[in-house]
């Protein structure tokens, strides 16, 4: 079976809108886009060129889609990433899109979980869920996430959409990996064990 795995840039208050540029994703007035570069270093970027290894497909919500295919398709070709992003397939939940163009892309047809289900259940490596927050969400609430592999940077932001958020499902991780960069990044990989459980000191 196919592992869901949710790759996500988080600042240190678990703030994921908008790492990637300032006009990325102003929704409800978030002023921060672009904070994720300024906090980044060479580790953070092994870390995620790892991760992508073992996976042969990303599974992307419309708005993140929209923002990859606007840009990889024309980036700079000598970027190790251009060539993964365009070639690998492209799975995308949306309830707006009729079509997408970019190449290796497939629009999931019929309700996002059980798509999803049969992706699990289908051949293939590892699938990777990027940015895509209302998606995660989603995912999150169904039990499909095998994994998070999390870079938690050192900024605090104050608002914007968490993936963590108000009404996330209670559970328990077990951590894969956790390391910390020379820049101060926690690059966590967790799994998801059951209900947490509770004690007192």
Request: aromatic letters at 8%; hydrophobic letters at 35%.
């Amino acid at each position: 079976m196919r592992k869901i795995i949710i790759c996500t840039f988080l600042t240190l208050d678990g703030v994921m809108q908008a790492p990637g540029g300032p006009d990325e994703d102003a929704e409800s007035g978030f002023e921060h886009g672009g904070w994720q570069k300024p906090v980044a270093d060479d580790e953070v970027g092994a870390a995620i060129a790892g991760w992508y290894e073992h996976a042969d497909a990303m599974l992307l919500g419309r708005k993140t889609y929209e923002i990859f295919a606007s840009y990889w398709p024309t980036a700079d070709p000598d970027n190790p990433f251009t060539h993964r992003m365009n070639s690998m397939h492209k799975y995308v939940a949306s309830r707006t899109l009729a079509s997408v163009e970019w190449q290796n892309s497939t629009l999931l047809e019929g309700g996002t979980v059980d798509a999803v289900r049969e992706l699990k259940a289908s051949d293939g490596g590892n699938i990777n869920v990027v940015g895509s927050g209302d998606l995660a969400q989603t995912l999150m609430q169904h039990g499909l996430v095998d994994e998070y592999r999390l870079t938690i940077h050192p900024v605090i932001i104050g608002t914007g959409k968490r993936l963590f958020a108000d009404g996330a499902i209670p559970t328990a991780l077990e951590p894969v990996s956790v390391s910390t960069t020379k820049g101060g990044t926690i690059l966590g990989v967790y799994r998801p064990g059951g209900k947490p459980s509770y004690d007192s000191y």
